[in-house]
């Protein structure tokens, strides 16, 4: 069972570089979200989507740009890499009947070190 | 605005010890409560769940209690094992924005269990 998958699992940037982190899932589930997790912060939330071809701002969007054109898949953007968003992504879904009480499934993320 | 908190880590306890890991939340509304477990190098996964007041959710040995009246959602274990050992989230869902269901996250407890 493949659940969510994210690639790619680790990757160094240099200032300014852009890149595309990706998110599958396989569950048909209509929710998705970016999170990142920083010592002592917990988890904060990028940005999300409620289903294909939207997307909305979390708590810490600035700097990130997403894109859900097909349900199974979640693409989080840097286009000017800074040192600031050096952290580990993780990428996590949902769906079902009673959303308020479903659980979100997470990747097993991507380390990322801005140089 | 929703929030969690729990207790501050790094926790170390020997193998059979009792395990009580502290969590209250600030909701508006009816939140659902999360354990989410994260084993070193891995994404989150969820522990345990409780919907309402009064449910108890269970899993692996590990129990929490909804407590509406103290607004808290602590995690206990009677014997934990070396394998326990991992960095625990609280967290809350409501459904926020546009119906978004996101999940607010406790900063995480560090959980070291030695032989």
């Known amino acids: 069972n493949a659940g969510v998958t994210q690639t790619p699992k680790f990757r160094v940037l240099k200032t300014g570089q852009s890149m595309t982190l990706l998110c599958a899932q396989d569950m048909n589930h209509e929710y998705m979200y970016w999170y990142r997790q920083d010592p002592g912060m917990g988890l904060r939330l990028i940005h999300y989507s409620v289903g294909e071809g939207t997307t909305a701002k979390g708590e810490v969007p600035d700097g990130y740009n997403v894109s859900r054109l097909k349900k199974q898949n979640f693409l989080l953007g840097l286009e000017s890499a800074a040192p600031s968003q050096t952290s580990v992504y993780f990428c996590?879904?949902?769906?079902?009947?009673?959303?308020?009480?479903?659980?979100?499934?997470f990747g097993d993320g991507t380390r990322l070190s801005i140089l | 605005g929703n929030s969690v908190t729990q207790m501050e880590g790094p926790v170390t306890l020997s193998e059979e010890a009792f395990l009580t890991i502290n969590c209250t939340y600030t909701?508006?509304?009816?939140?659902?409560l999360f354990w989410y477990v994260q084993y070193p190098g891995e994404g989150l996964q969820l522990l345990l769940k409780a919907t309402k007041a009064d449910d108890k959710g269970s899993n692996k040995g590990f129990e929490a209690t909804y407590r509406k009246e103290t607004t808290s959602f602590h995690l206990e274990k009677g014997s934990v094992q070396v394998s326990d050992s991992a960095v625990y989230f609280c967290a809350l869902s409501d459904s926020g924005r546009a119906g978004s269901y996101q999940l607010t996250f406790g900063k995480g407890t560090k959980l070291s269990v030695i032989p």
């Open positions: 996590a879904s949902s769906g079902g009947v009673h959303l308020s009480n479903q659980p979100q499934h």
């Open positions: 909701a508006t509304g009816y939140p659902s």
